[in-house]
């Protein structure tokens, strides 16, 4: 079966950078779009970055500029670095992959910016 394990999450000083990485295990094909969502404590989730299969990109608009999201699909791998953060960028982050026409999660790393 499909899943996805993340990597990279931690706590960093405003001002700082972190990578996080999601590598996708059971693929026999094409994943179609690959992403990161995030969800911060009493508050809803959301859409911070994502890339298609053909390299198109769509980003939040409160991280762009700061977040890079990247793939690599001999690995099924995508990468979300993270440059500049906030304190408001504290949150847990999802990634996700549209394959096969079903949506899957990946279980969540915690992202802490201390001001």
């Known amino acids: 079966q499909v899943q996805l394990v993340e990597s990279g999450g931690g706590l960093v000083q405003a001002g700082g950078s972190l990578r996080l990485s999601c590598a996708a295990s059971g693929i026999i094909d094409r994943i179609d779009t690959m992403g990161w969502y995030r969800q911060a404590p009493g508050k809803q989730r959301e859409l911070v970055a994502r890339?298609?299969?053909?390299?198109?990109?769509n980003y939040a608009d409160s991280v762009k500029g700061r977040f890079t999201i990247s793939r690599d699909n001999a690995k099924n791998t995508v990468y979300l670095q993270m440059n500049s953060l906030k304190s408001e960028d504290t949150a847990v982050y999802y990634c996700?992959?549209?394959?096969?026409?079903?949506?899957?999660w990946g279980q969540g790393t915690q992202v802490t910016v201390s001001s």
């Open positions: 996700f992959i549209n394959y096969r026409w079903s949506l899957y």
């Open positions: 890339i298609t299969n053909g390299g198109s990109t």
